[in-house]
Nanobody
Framework: QVQLVESGGGLVQPGGSLRLSCVAS????????MGWYRQAPGKQRELVAA???????NYPDSVKGRFTISRDNAKNTVYLQMNSLKPEDTAVYYC????????WGQGTQVTVSS
């Protein structure tokens, strides 16, 4: 079955950086678009980055220029490089693939605080 395992979250000061990783199994990774979402307490889950099978990327304005999504098909892994982090980036970050519905990882907590 599809399995997504995120890692790389943690506590970081405002202006700092983190890189999240998501390893996928149970799918032919290279043919699927992948996404990173986040959910802050009391808020809806929102898309923060997406990458197509061909490497095209998409970001909302809130993270554009600060976040970069990339993928390594040889490692079945998608990354999210987050720079210039702000307190409002604090959330649980989830990896996503759409295959006969949405599949999610367990999430990784990112906390931006001084």
């Amino acid at each position: 079955q599809v399995q997504l395992v995120e890692s790389g979250g943690g506590l970081v000061q405002p202006g700092g950086s983190l890189r999240l990783s998501c390893v996928a199994s149970g799918i032919m990774f290279r043919i699927y678009a992948m996404g990173w979402y986040r959910q802050a307490p009391g808020k809806q889950r929102e898309l923060v980055a997406a990458i197509s099978s061909g490497g095209s990327t998409n970001y909302p304005d809130s993270v554009k220029g600060r976040f970069t999504i990339s993928r390594d098909n040889a490692k079945n892994t998608v990354y999210l490089q987050m720079n210039s982090l702000k307190p409002e980036d604090t959330a649980v970050y989830y990896c996503n693939v759409k295959l006969l519905g949405d599949h999610w990882g367990q999430g990784t907590q990112v906390t931006v605080s001084s």
